[in-house]
């Protein structure tokens, strides 16, 4: 039987939105408000015979908060000319992406007063997100009355991950205290990715490998760069920490360094914590060290051109992925699968192409001609490559 479900993504002036058709996941429609509260633009696609048809192209509408918004939403999904719903009743649950869970949620939970009060509890972790997130999830509940809302979180797949792993070397009472601890994120990536990549390998090679024992490390490669070290199908490790600002070089975020290089630069600059903060998130990576751009693309084109800090940021990207990778293997014990993701992953030919030149040393062997795609799910290892490699 087939239901729709309303996905939402609520940022605190910003709302994303996808409508789907259950159980083929078909996108029936997707959008997004910005700017909600002040200049509110409405962007709205639709799918017309399997063709995204852009309806609304930054249409300005009145939406002084995400109430407005929400209204507005529903009112365009069950418009003859926009829509893609009979009435509101057409939705059988709407999904709320939530960033932090902190230790409080292992999978996605269906919304209650007690659910509401732990997502309320992680606003210290996640200051930006949790309450425009808990924002989204209230206004359904009042606009949408009857209509089950859940809550998906960024970061339950990695509820997981052993102690060992999660911990920091710092004095244990800021863990009781404060909950300072690695809790990693891109959650719902990781897991749809790594499942995707053990069903590939169960149904091409019945018998070969024991699902429970199955080792994926998967590679979300965007503006955000996480990876994950998975084992039958559980998050053992992960690269992002307390914050999405830890693992290795991303668009503007610095990713691991030297802590005290952070100290010493704020004492040095006379940086107060929120400058420094803009500093580690906003000012560094691609942008901090090519001084181009944050986008990949940017920085390649001007690598190609000769710019040398360009290439050394492309230099520091490879080399940091292929460590990281390296000693998710060995954290795993070896490796069956390894998967891309997201923009740089699903589009960056070369990125995956350098990746998997400086993983041949564990055998790893890429098809360069099937390696020549671009957000298509495909192996791009060879039939004799030791491990396979996916795009998904
Ligand atoms: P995401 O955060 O997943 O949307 O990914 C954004 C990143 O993907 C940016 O750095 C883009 O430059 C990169 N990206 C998108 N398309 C391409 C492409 N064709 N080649 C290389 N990188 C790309």
Not at 139 to 161: L, N, R, S, W, Y
Not at 287 to 298: H, Q
Not at 302 to 317: S, V
Not at 350 to 366: A, D, F, H, P, Q
């Amino acid at each position: 039987m087939s239901f729709k479900e309303l996905i939402i993504n609520a940022g605190s002036s910003s709302l994303k939105y996808q409508v789907f058709e259950m159980p083929e996941a078909k996108v029936l429609a997707k959008g997004i408000f910005e700017q909600i509260g002040t200049d509110c633009t409405f962007t709205h696609k639709v799918d017309k015979d399997g063709e995204e048809v852009k309806v609304l192209d930054k249409k300005s509408v009145e939406a002084k908060d995400h109430h407005d918004a929400i209204t507005i939403l529903l009112e365009t999904l069950t418009d003859k000319e926009t829509g893609v719903l009979e009435s509101m009743n057409d939705i059988s649950a709407v999904g709320h992406r939530v960033l932090h869970g902190g230790e409080e949620f292992s999978g996605s939970v269906v919304v209650t007063e007690d659910v509401k009060a732990a997502i309320r509890k992680c606003i210290p972790l996640g200051p930006l997100h949790n309450p425009a997130n808990l924002m989204g999830i209230e206004v359904c509940e009042e606009i949408m009355k009857g209509i089950p809302q859940v809550a998906v979180f960024d970061t339950a797949f990695h509820q997981t991950i052993p102690d060992f792993a999660y911990m920091y070397a710092l004095p244990y009472k800021y863990y009781l205290k404060h909950g300072i601890r690695r809790y990693g994120f891109h959650g719902t990536s990781h897991r749809y990715v790594s499942a995707r990549a053990t069903d590939f390998l169960m149904k091409k090679y019945p018998g070969k490998y024991n699902p429970d024992e199955l080792k994926v490390v998967t590679c979300h490669l965007g503006n955000g760069s996480s990876i994950t070290a998975v084992k039958g199908g559980k998050c053992i490790d992960t690269s992002m920490g307390l914050t999405p600002l830890d693992g290795f070089i991303m668009g503007s975020r610095c990713g691991a360094v030297d802590p005290t290089a952070i100290t010493y630069i704020q004492a040095k600059e006379n940086l107060s914590p929120s400058e420094t903060d803009t500093m580690m998130n906003k000012k560094s990576g691609f942008l901090g060290i090519s001084g181009v751009s944050s986008d990949m693309r940017d920085v390649e084109n001007a690598a190609a051109e000769g710019n040398e800090r360009a290439q050394l940021a492309l230099d520091i990207f490879y080399y940091q992925l292929t460590k990281l990778i390296g000693s998710y293997t060995a954290a795993l014990g070896g490796v069956d699968a390894i998967c891309f993701t997201a923009g740089i992953g699903e589009n960056g030919i070369g990125t995956r192409e350098k990746i998997c030149e400086n993983l041949s040393y564990m055998g790893v062997k890429i098809d360069k001609g099937a390696n020549n795609c671009r957000g298509k799910e495909v192996k791009i290892s060879t039939a004799d490559s030791s491990v396979e490699v996916y795009v998904i």
